[in-house]
């Protein structure tokens, strides 16, 4: 018998990401299990040693981005999930599918409820997709789970176009 004691589930704060955190937050309730949002943001500015002659202070700035990032995962979870459930909001910066699989395996996460933004074709080759590199490389089970308006079966040539640029 599967019991789930911490699920994950990771956003980029999108709408594509409401279908996952509906899953999750449905299984929480089901077995009363802390429930973790993650939202992993891009570095901050890495190599500015100046601009305009003034000295940047990188970690101020990571801490400006996380303070920023925090806010919006702060309001993001709390129009979106009940407070019944008490989420705890996680941010990270990094690379996503490396600080998801970091984060999971540190909290021993038993689940992970991540959505798919529904890429097909071309525009999922070139620019790949976090949740595949999640499930092709966590120890932790991954549920991804394909939003409604993201279902599209075939790729289009107006796609292929748009995508090669060739009109």
Do not use: C, W
Not at 40 to 49: C, H, K, S
Not at 57 to 82: C, G, N, P
Request: proline share 5%; net charge negative; charged share 25%.
């Amino acid at each position: 018998m599967v019991h789930l004691k911490k699920i994950l589930v990771p956003t980029d704060l999108s709408e594509y990401s409401l279908a996952a955190m509906e899953f999750a937050s449905t299984l929480a309730i089901m077995y009363a299990a802390k429930l973790y949002v993650l939202h992993v943001t891009g570095e901050a500015i890495p190599l500015l040693p100046s601009m305009h002659g003034m000295d940047i202070d990188i970690d101020v700035l990571k801490h400006r981005v996380q303070t920023d990032a925090t806010r919006e995962v702060e309001r993001f979870v709390h129009q979106r999930i009940s407070p019944d459930l008490r989420p705890i909001s996680v941010i990270r910066i990094g690379h996503p599918a490396v600080e998801i699989k970091r984060f999971a395996e540190e909290e021993q996460i038993d689940l992970v409820v991540m959505a798919t933004h529904g890429r097909t074709g071309l525009s999922h080759m070139l620019i790949g997709s976090v949740a595949e590199k999640l499930v092709r490389t966590s120890n932790i089970p991954v549920l991804t789970v394909k939003p409604q308006g993201a279902r599209s079966p075939l790729i289009t040539r107006e796609e292929v176009e748009d995508n090669l640029h060739l009109r």
